[in-house]
Nanobody, 122 residues
Framework: QVQLGESGGGLVQAGGSLRLSCAAS????????MGWFRQALGKEREFVAA????????YYADSVKGRFTISRDNAKKTVSLQMSSLSPEDTAVYYC???????????????WGQGTQVTVSS
């Protein structure tokens, strides 16, 4: 069992940067693969990035590759998403999630945070 809470969302101008953080509770955090997803208004939730339990493997959606970086600190039980070169198309609610493996599949994530809003103005 793990509980997740995102922070760091907000309003940023196009071209700017933002860092999202996700804090986890529970003793098993270091064994979970972690992911970030996002859902724009009127659209389905989509995969953004994932990281393995060790942090050695990372995966990104093509739309964010080269602009976003996922990382984790198992000692602090946190996972972060550094976002740069933001565009209005990145506007969405961003969710962190935990899975038993490293996956890009939404249906394989068992635990989800409440989400944090990211708004990019043009």
């Amino acid at each position: 069992q793990v509980q997740l809470g995102e922070s760091g969302g907000g309003l940023v101008q196009a071209g700017g940067s933002l860092r999202l953080s996700c804090a986890a509770s529970g003793r098993m955090f270091s064994r979970y693969g972690m992911g970030w997803f996002r859902q724009a208004l009127g659209k389905e939730r989509e995969f953004v990035a994932a990281i393995s339990w060790s942090g050695e493997s990372t995966y990104y959606a093509d739309s964010v590759k080269g602009r976003f970086t996922i990382s984790r600190d198992n000692a602090k039980k946190t996972v972060s998403l550094q976002m740069s070169s933001l565009s209005p198309e990145d506007t969405a609610v961003y969710y962190c999630a935990a899975a038993f493996g490293t996956t890009m599949r939404e249906d394989e994530y068992a635990w989800w945070g409440q989400g944090t809003q990211v708004t990019v103005s043009s």
